[in-house]
DNA sequence: TTAGGGTTAG
């Protein structure tokens, strides 16, 4: 019990720190005004300090004790604005802000600058932004490392790239955690390439590199497929001691397994001796990508033995897995098990591998009951179920599916050119002149396919019909070749058939030649530029469609290559004649 | 007294 008698002003501040709890707060806050120590500046600060930033603390209490102070010195300003920046309010933060500002006998700091900052970030106030950052370089703040590396923080998570490459290249000084900022920047928002540049950058720089470096690099080469680059990260890690660092060897792991590496992947990952649940799931998503299902499945039942909860991207791996190998009954388990055993609730996308695991498996009529028992309106949805109707031509499904994709406004030129093939093998012209005519009626564009390869660190990315590559000229000859190769082995290349179109695409718009589709190029290009009996690996913005899938087949067998393709949706690994999906995507 | 950087899906 705390007793009422005129107690020293450092008696209280002794007994705040023990304070843990906002109960325990009132009643020292309540002691103090009984003291008549409310207006002592320290003890105000301290109450208003808990209150703001402590966990255990309460932003409506901090404002109470704000708003009772007569003249708020900059850290108690410090304290609210900090307090609301790390909040679930952080616009509030920004009020506090202009507040300070307009309130002229107390002025900002460098530490204020930072939360201010990380509640534009966190609210996307890309404005705001713009004015701290005027307000940064008035009041001579620009040259202070931490706040400018806010400041590229701020202005990249509100998209803004280019002018945090601007605050980055016009820092006076730079240390490894503006350069680490920058490169995960890029690597967070999609610039992929950019990251790797910087990279090579700050290398010539002697700048060095952690685990963070790593990590944001790695992410990087996981997106775009870099495996060589990525192998390079790992081989830095390794020498540098960055092996035991949990992120590092996540992000390595799912670098392994998206450039198409599963051995690499299971091999770190056997080695940790932490595993998180972002280990377990790197693994499981890897494995179900890859159409491995079963062994998706088995790595599940040994993460819930080793008492590591899953969470709704576990189920996803698991999914994905069962729905490319037609594991429907199991697929069908997990589902329900992630919402009575886990209390997940399935979101949109576990609603898709649903779809996609009863549509490949032939069970429209059940993938149609799902979506409409699934209270989900979804394009994405409807277009795996006309997919699905695509595999199995099915037209009276088929066509209820792209009903309701026009009813919720999203059909896209995929969805036209899946209805027109299916009508196509239903023989019924009038229905796919109907779908040609409303694309060219409505103008609907069609996504550019691209195929990309690594060569050594460099990557190679090719359109349909490229012509750009300087050694052009060799790549179509030996395309030229290949196809040749190909045909020599029962090759039938299935020209201008509207059943070629890929899922999603327009790679092969309406009146275009499958002959030289991106893939096709870049394997060509990876003919010619890697060694014999060396493995491709070929990465593509959208799916395969089926002469390539069958063209990569017969070039596996003649040029006795194995070739892993990344798609869209998943991976093939090509090898004698065959690929892992069994002809099943 | 207090401030800056990291991995899965989307």
Redesign the pocket.
Known sequence: MLKCHSPKPSTILTILQGCNNIKRLKKIHAYVIISGLQHHVTIS?RLL?FCA?SVAGSMSYAQHLFHHMDNP???AW??II?GFAQSSSPCQALLYYNAMISASFSQP???????VL?ACEKIKDEKKCGEVHGSIIRRGYER???????LM?SYAGNEFMESARRVFDDMSD????????MI?CY??AGFHQDALTLYNQMQDKNVG????????L??SC??IGALNVGIEMHKIARKKG?MN???????LI?MYA?CGSLDSALSIFNKMKKK????W??MI?GYGVHGHGDKAISLFKKMLMAGVQP????F??LLCGCSHQGLVEEGIQYFHLMSSDFKLKPEV?HY?CMVDLFGRAGKLDEALKLIKTSFFDAPVLWRTLLSSCKIHRNVMIGEIAMNNLVHVGMPNAGDYLLMATLYAGAKDTEGVSRMRKIMQNQGIKTTVAWSWIEVEDQIYKFVVNDSSHPDSCKIYAKLEEIIHQAALLGYVQEEEAIDTYPLFSTEVSLGSSTSKHSEKLAIAFGLIKTPPESCLRIMKNLRVCNDCHTFIKYISKAYDREIIVRDRVRFHHFKNGLCSCGDYW
């Open positions: 600060n300090n930033v010195s900059t850290e410090n304290s900090r700091n460098s530490y204020i600058f930072s939360f990380k202070d490392i931490i706040v400018c590396t806010n923080r730079r240390d490894l955690v503006s350069w680490n900022c995960s690597s967070q590199l952690d685990g963070f470096t790593l990590v944001g790695t992410a996981a997106h960055f660092d949990i992120y590092v060897a996540n992000a799912d998206k998180d649940v972002l280990t799931n790197s998503v969470n709704s991207i576990t996803l791996g996308k898709g």
